[in-house]
T-cell receptor, first 114, second 116 residues
Framework: AQSVTQLGSHVSVSEGALVLLRCNYS??????LFWYVQYPNQGLQLLLK??????LVKGINGFEAEFKKSETSFHLTNPSAHMSDAAEYFC????????????FGQGTTLQVKP | GAVVSQHPSWVICKSGTSVKIECRSL??????MFWYRQFPKQSLMLMAT?????????EQGVEKDKFLINHASLTLSTLTVTSAHPEDSSFYIC????????????FGPGTRLLVL
């Protein structure tokens, strides 16, 4: 069965500092991986995705993530945090069921301090 | 990018009434849509997968007679919470899968339901 684990339910960084949000997955087949961001009282916005090809994927707002098969990881980074990056972040893996549903991690709240 | 809308964004209703939530893909066709429920400070819980022209597939533990799903067209799916009770109060989010975009799911803005 596929699963996603996000290490750290809450991450706090200073404005301008590096952001690192951790995501590990479990999948017996090559995964499709996603990072979504959710601002308060809103739906989810796609940040970036990995399907095939280049393992370092770049997304919106300066975020990027690297697919590391050997570590079964897909950590999200941003070299410089902005106050506007404060939000909830979800890592997800696409299920290989015929519905193609997403399996989400528990979420990580990013706090950015001035 | 692909846009998914939900209506209404907020709804307050009395216990025992039914509430319908619409999910629309505005600029692409979605043969598959998904309905999620989210409790405060928690992740999304998939309720059901909605397939155009066929019956929805419900996740284990979700009452299909309580949460009616209809996917009558390639751009519209509806979720009806029947005989709503206070414990149904939650944030409901839909998503639509764009096959043209490597099967990426695009999410609606969510609907906040409060049952009094």
């Amino acid at each position: 069965a596929q699963s996603v684990t996000q290490l750290g339910s809450h991450v706090s960084v200073s404005e301008g500092a590096l952001v690192l949000l951790r995501c590990n997955y479990s999948s017996s087949v090559p995964p499709y991986l996603f990072w979504y961001v959710q601002y308060p009282n809103q739906g989810l916005q796609l940040l970036l995705k990995y399907t095939t090809g280049a393992t370092l994927v770049k997304g919106i707002n300066g975020f990027e993530a690297e697919f590391k098969k050997s570590e079964t990881s897909f950590h999200l980074t941003n070299p410089s945090a902005h106050m506007s990056d404060a939000a909830e972040y979800f890592c997800a893996v696409r299920s290989y069921s015929n519905t193609g549903k997403l399996i989400f991690g528990q979420g990580t709240t990013l706090q950015v301090k001035p | 990018g692909a846009v998914v809308s939900q209506h209404p964004s907020w709804v307050i209703c009395k216990s025992g009434t039914s509430v319908k939530i619409e999910c629309r893909s505005l600029d692409f066709q979605a043969t598959t849509m998904f309905w999620y429920r989210q409790f405060p400070k928690q992740s999304l819980m998939l309720m059901a997968t909605s397939n155009e022209g066929s019956k929805a597939t419900y996740e284990q533990g979700v009452e299909k007679d309580k949460f009616l799903i209809n996917h009558a067209s390639l751009t519209l799916s509806t979720l009806t919470v029947t005989s709503a009770h206070p414990e149904d109060s939650s944030f409901y989010i839909c998503s639509a899968r764009d096959y043209g975009g490597q099967e990426t799911q695009y999410f609606g803005p969510g609907t906040r339901l409060l049952v009094l």
